[in-house]
């Protein structure tokens, strides 16, 4: 009996029991999948909950309720892996032995890596929104709030949803028009990139939104230090933004298991090929998710396209037959933009994201780039097709894992 | 595009960043560090040196692994290149602005 493990039951690990379930012979593979915590949330519900649109119990289920019968879930922390030995250590001091490896330990936020981010201020006027604790504490702060200077900030790139922050100021601008006090509240966007987002055609379109909403942004800032006392931001030219509330994005980094284990890169991230997910040092491990190096979005919508394709690919290396070089770096992202509307995107490696409809060419009834209600809803819809579709690795009709360029306006 | 630079016919993307690395020297790193109002000293330099080598090795540059490269750190890469200074530096140094992933 041969034995595949996989580490971490966030989304792209649980996607990957329930692919992998159906297709391994039980007589033949045992899967293994484990992970330290009880609760699966529900991620880009942390964006909503501030606003008080999602309750908590919109956003956490248990873990175990999405764990294939035939996978077995090992709770409990993981010391290291030994890659060369095949091994997963525990902390408990067991082990587990392995034939393939499958890394999905996922990114977190790394406040400790900016002078003065988890100071004194932290979670009272200093806020994350990419953890639950952050994301309650700043729903708590924000519903007695009197206004005053908001600033939403991003510390560095590559970040987990890069599209989150500025979703967050949308729906802040949304969110004080409906409570009567936007004119009590100046709300500023700090970036450390040159424009609103990466890709131009995306950039143009969100910084006209930006404007629009009357949303000042800051870019080209790097962040040196959060000034607790005088509650500035400061970056490293000396530029200083002041805020009542900041509501920071801060560096992401992989798992320390990573680190523990000498497979991570300066961040903790595993250097991974990015059209295999195969490891670049390791043929018997891949790896799926935020916790790889690849220049994808580190997005639900990213690990399960590449869930889809690892699945094949795990198959083939069973089989002893060459992998398929086929992600493409396919993210499909909503971008809720307040007032009920939302854009969507459709991008990968090569392709920025343009106009256009999806996912029937020139029907839609999705647009894309542009605002649209039937976008909002779409996205809410999402929160449902999450616990009941996606984490279940059923494919999502009509959506192919690797992106269409058919009803796009590329010039 | 083509712009004029120290004299000499260069390929240029729209933001004015050296298409062809092969085609940059020394004299056009003073002219494009003089639009950018800068005037290299030494030690401006050693860090476009190190840009380059990195360009050449194929690694991705972000400002996170220019503090930790030993040759600069980023409080002073901001007081030699103000502002921007990834991107002014690698204009200079004749090298694509760094694409940062998302």
Known sequence: ?411 | MEKVIAGKTIAVNEEGYLTDFKQWDKAIADELAAEAEISLSPRHWEVLNYLQTEFKNEVPLSIRKIGKSGVVDIKEFYQLFPKAPLKTATKIAGIPKPASCI
Request: charged share 25%; hydrophobic share 40%; net charge negative.
């Open chain 1, 1 to 411: 009996m041969k034995h595949l493990v996989i580490l971490g039951a966030g989304t792209a690990g649980t996607m990957m029991a329930n692919h992998l379930s159906h297709e391994l012979k039980k007589a033949d593979w045992k899967i293994s999948i484990i992970d330290e915590k009880e609760e699966h949330h529900y991620q880009p519900g942390y964006l909503f909950l501030p606003f008080d649109i999602y309750t908590p119990d919109d956003i956490i289920k248990s873990i175990e309720e999405f764990i294939p019968k035939h996978a077995s879930l090992v709770k409990g922390k993981i010391d290291k892996v030994e890659p060369k030995e095949n091994k997963v250590k525990m902390a408990d001091g067991s082990e587990l032995n392995y034939d393939i490896l499958i890394v999905a330990t996922g990114a977190k936020i790394a406040p400790e890596e900016t002078e003065g981010m988890k100071g004194s201020e932290w979670h009272k006027s200093v806020f994350d929104f990419y953890t639950f604790e952050g994301s309650l504490a700043l729903r708590n702060k924000l519903r007695n709030w009197e206004g005053g200077k908001l600033v939403v900030h991003i510390t560095e790139m590559p970040i987990k949803c890069p599209v989150a922050p500025l979703e967050f100021a949308f729906l802040a601008d949304s969110f004080f028009r409906h409570k009567h006090m936007r004119d009590k509240v100046e709300i500023t966007y700090v970036t450390p990139l040159s424009g609103a987002f990466t890709k131009p055609k995306a950039t143009e379109a969100l910084e006209h939104l930006l404007e629009e909403k009357h949303i000042k942004i800051e870019s080209d800032f790097a962040i040196e230090h959060v000034d607790n006392e005088k509650k500035e931001i400061v970056d490293y030219g000396g530029r200083a933004i002041p805020f009542d509330i900041l509501v920071t994005v801060p560096t992401n980094k992989g798992d320390e298991v990573m680190e523990r284990s000498g497979m991570g890169d300066d961040l903790n991230y595993v250097p991974a090929n990015k059209a295999t997910l195969q490891s670049k040092e390791y043929a018997n491990v891949f790896v799926l998710g935020d916790a790889s190096n690849i220049p994808a979005s580190k997005a639900g919508s990213v690990a399960h396209f590449e869930a889809e394709i690892l699945t094949e690919n795990i198959l083939r290396y069973i089989k002893g037959e060459p992998l398929k070089e086929e992600f493409d770096g396919h993210a499909n992202c909503f971008i809720e933009t307040g007032n009920g509307k939302a854009l969507l995107i459709d991008f990968n490696y090569t392709h920025e994201p343009v106009e256009g409809s999806f996912p029937f060419p020139g029907i839609g009834p999705l647009k894309l780039l542009k605002e649209s209600r039937m976008n909002h809803l779409g996205k809410l819809a999402f929160r449902w097709i999450y616990w009941n579709v996606l984490l279940k690795g059923t494919h999502i009709p009509f959506v192919s894992a690797t992106m269409s360029e058919a009803g796009k306006k590329y010039n």
